[in-house]
């Protein structure tokens, strides 16, 4: 958990993921790049082998293998038993939040997307180098919305998460208003607790899909059933 801007704060679930060791270290067991569409290194992506099953190419996170770019982008992702993978690489989004006060904030902008290398690999006990993982650069949106109680009134300082699989990311609602940037097309789940961390009361929780727009006027209702007022888009 670190600091954001705004006093957001920032949970980031790296399953797997390890510092790396150097990649011309025979440790290796993948190694490769993550870059983006110029070929320019994503620092700090994080990088995972997922375990794939070789009858049907079903991802099974057990047993995935990981490891974090270092700021050239170079990644080693090392102890891999034998087997077939799936390698997949991302980058967490830019600030954690921004002020619901921003009027800017919603912007056109652009983020790095997750991305797979275009077909499995099969690691057979010897290192696997040039694994490299390009990701696309893709359009972003904001989800700016409200936190209100049963009596329709704003609540404040309740902390809202939001994330994938992969990551999550955290601010706190002011005067019951919220606003997250730098989001990329997918679903994701929004969840409202009573304080950051593992020890926040869940006090409700929203899966959320962004298309090709913002999500402008989300509101949520606590404690009881989220209000389904559908948000307006721009």
Known sequence: MRAGAGGAWVLLACL???????VTSSACAISGRVVDSRLNPAPHAVVH??????????????????????????YCIAALPPGRYKIRAWVHPGAAAASP???????PSSELAPAFLPAPVSFAGRS????????PRVPAYCI??????????PVEQVALSIGQRWWSTGVFSQNGRFLIPHLVPGTYELVV??????????LARRRITIGNANVI????????????????AR
């Open 217 to 232: 006027g989300l509101l949520i209702s606590i404690p009881g059933d989220i209000l389904e007022h559908p948000p307006s």
């Open 16 to 22: 797997a993921a390890v510092a790396s060791p150097p």
């Open 49 to 74: 082998a997922l375990p794939v099953s070789t009858s049907a190419d079903i991802i099974d996170l057990r047993g995935s293998g990981g490891a974090v770019a270092d700021p050239w982008g170079r």
């Open 193 to 202: 607790t009573s304080r950051p961390g593992p020890g926040g009361r869940i």
């Open 144 to 153: 700016r919305g409200e936190v209100r109680d049963g009596k329709g009134r």
């Open 101 to 107: 006060s921003c009027q800017n904030c919603c912007d």
């Open 128 to 135: 696997l180098s040039g694994m490299d993982v390009r990701l």
